[in-house]
């Protein structure tokens, strides 16, 4: 087997090398220089507020759309709504698709988008009168 040869560190990776480790560029200084200039707390406190947005969104969909949903289908909770595959046989269970719990998710899902859409929507407004002033 042939030996590789080495090729010479120039001055200009050596420069490079050297504003990297000023940076904190490396494994654990990485993350923090990652956390100090992309403001992972903005990112968390979003997070917060999306999660709680959902929930709240959730108990909205769950308590006042589904309702009003099994009001205009006769009291058919949308939730029960499913298409049986397989009877109940002896010691097997049903096998269905539970797609009124599908619907239920997707309304959760596009209610909570709008919720989210509003906030983004009056915080950038709000970013905006700030640079009028």
């Known amino acids: ?7 010479p560190v120039t001055a200009k990776a050596r420069a490079g090398a050297a504003a990297l480790k ?11 220089t990652f956390v100090r200039e992309q403001g992972v707390v903005g990112l968390a406190v979003g997070l ?9 969104v959730k108990v909205i969909v769950d308590e006042l759309i589904n309702p ?3 009001l205009l289908t006769r009291g058919v909770d949308l939730n029960s709504l499913k298409w049986v ?9 049903e096998v269905a ?22 906030i983004v929507h009056i915080a950038k407004l709000d970013r905006m009168d700030k640079k009028k002033d």
Do not use: P
Request: glycine residues 20%; without cysteine; positive net charge.
């Open 1 to 7: 087997m042939a030996q590789e040869k080495k090729k």
């Open 22 to 32: 000023g940076r904190g560029v490396g494994h654990a200084g990485g993350f923090v």
């Open 48 to 56: 917060a507020i999306g999660t709680a947005a959902g929930a709240t």
């Open 68 to 70: 009003l949903v099994g």
């Open 85 to 93: 595959l397989l009877e109940k046989d002896g010691a097997n269970g």
């Open 97 to 118: 698709i539970g797609y009124g719990a599908i619907i239920s998710s997707t309304i959760v899902l596009l209610a909570t988008a709008f919720v989210i859409y509003q």
